[in-house]
């Protein structure tokens, strides 16, 4: 079954630093979105990604972050300058029409120290 | 922005019994999806589902649209059900999913 890859599983960052998420989403698919969950917390969405360009995004989604797909099959996520509060588990997902089909990556834990 | 409210929040079930998980939500939505956050963080896409009945196994869903609210049966539950119940919604044309509170499930031998 196609599936959704992120790596890496886990990053421990300094804060400050830029760290850079990366995914691969299902070949076939056109949309892709990052969402964050704060250890126990609920998923919030950050931004969606259509023919290369965001099609939305949250007040999360602020100057500090940046989405990118450099080639025909990676999508990463950027965090300029970490702070404490970034520390949380992000999902890359992609979909093929719409919503349906949604599918999520298994996440990367970041802890910013 | 559009609230979504699960209930329970917490459930501890026998291994063998059956639950009903409710998403309740306070306005009209596109579409509606269940999930499932097993123990290690993986979010598993339960159903697509933003109105009638589906039944996947031991899953079934239903959701009525009309009165803003889904839930999610698990019958014979195992302890492989065990973990964190979501479900999301869809509003507006951009995908963009808002995820319910959750429903934390753990399943005793």
């Known amino acids: 079954e196609p599936e959704v890859t992120q790596t890496p599983s886990h990053q421990v960052t300094q804060m400050g630093q830029e760290v850079i998420l990366r995914c691969v989403p299902i070949?076939?698919?056109?949309?892709f979105y990052w969402y964050r969950q704060i250890l126990g917390q609920k998923v919030e969405f950050l931004v969606s990604?259509?023919?290369?360009?965001?099609?939305?995004k949250s007040e999360i989604f602020d100057d500090q972050f940046s989405v990118e797909r450099p080639d025909g099959s990676n999508f990463t996520l950027k965090i300029r300058s970490t702070k404490l509060e970034d520390s949380a588990m992000y999902f890359c997902?992609?979909?093929?029409?719409?919503?349906?089909?949604?599918?999520f990556g298994s996440g990367t834990r970041l802890t910013v120290v | 922005g559009i609230q979504v409210e699960q209930s329970p929040p917490d459930l501890i079930l026998q291994e063998g019994a059956n639950s009903t998980l409710r998403c309740n939500f306070s306005?009209?939505?596109?579409?509606l999806q269940w999930f499932h956050q097993n123990p290690w963080g993986q979010l598993i896409n339960l159903f697509y589902?933003?109105?009638g009945t589906k039944q996947n196994g031991r899953l079934s869903a239903t959701t009525v649209a009309t009165e803003r609210y889904s839930l999610l049966y698990i019958s014979s539950s195992q302890t492989t059900d065990s973990g964190v119940y979501f479900c999301?919604?869809?509003?507006?044309?951009?995908?963009?999913?808002?995820f319910g509170t959750g429903t934390q499930l753990k399943v005793e031998l």
């Open positions: 070949s076939n698919h056109l949309y």
């Open positions: 589902i933003p109105s």
């Open positions: 990604f259509y023919n290369n360009e965001i099609s939305e």
């Open positions: 997902a992609s979909s093929a029409a719409g919503a349906y089909g949604y599918t």
């Open positions: 999301a919604v869809e509003t507006g044309g951009g995908n963009k999913l808002t």
């Open positions: 306005d009209s939505v596109n579409n």
